[in-house]
Structures are given as C-alpha cells and as structure tokens.
C-alpha cells in the first residue's frame, strides 16, 4: 500500500510561487501514475495535472496549463507541483493521488490528506 504526504501549501500573494511535494512509502514508487487535484471551499474537487509512472507523460487541466508544472523524483520517491503566476482562484486544499495515468478521481486509488494553498489578491 502507497502512504501519501503532502507538503509546501501556504498563503502567497498573487503572481507568486509555490512549489507542492508529495512523498510517497510504501510498494515500489514507479509502478504508479501520480496526480494532484484541487478542492476550493463549497466546489467539487477537480483534476490539476497527472505524471505517468515513469515520468514520460504529464497532463494538466486548461485552467493550469502554462502556470503549472508537475514532475516526478522517483530516487526520492517524491512528486512535485510548480505553480507559478499564482491567482486568487488557485486558492484550495491540493491532494496527491497514486493511480492510473487519468484525469478522473476514479483514477487514483490512494490519496493524501492534502495542503492548504491560500493566494490573496
């Protein structure tokens, strides 16, 4: 079983960055697609970006496109979250997710407790 923790949420202004890490213990790191997704207060958790096991394929949603990056360190067994240019609509909890290679909650079947991030204007 795959134990996520997440790590690097916090309050920054807008047009900032932040960098989100989740560590990963557990079966091997590389046999799973990684994913981060976003819940913003009184919204339906939504897909942010996804990496492929090996690191390979990545994709993101239309409203991180550009801004985002996600990468993946399987030495350390670590995914990251690059978020640059940072709006006051990119405020949420950000959860980690070990799975299939998708965009779809369903995808995922192993999650982080999640890490604030808070952007003021």
């Known amino acids: 079983q795959v134990q996520l923790e997440e790590s690097g949420g916090g309050l920054v202004q807008a047009g900032g960055s932040l960098r989100l890490s989740c560590a990963a213990s557990?079966?091997?790191?590389?046999?799973?697609?990684r994913g981060w997704f976003r819940q913003a207060p009184g919204k339906e958790r939504e897909f942010v970006a996804a990496?492929?096991?090996?690191?390979?394929?990545?994709k993101y949603a239309d409203s991180v496109k550009g801004r985002f990056t996600i990468s993946r360190d399987n030495a350390k067994n670590t995914v990251y979250l690059q978020m640059n240019n940072l709006k006051p609509e990119d405020t949420a909890v950000y959860y980690c997710?070990?799975?299939?290679?998708?965009?779809?909650?369903?995808?995922?079947?192993?999650w982080g407790q999640g890490t604030q991030v808070t952007v003021s204007s």
């Open positions: 557990g079966r091997p790191f590389t046999r799973y697609a």
């Open positions: 997710a070990a799975g299939l290679f998708g965009s779809s909650q369903s995808d995922y079947a192993t």
């Open positions: 990496i492929s096991s090996i690191g390979g394929s990545t």
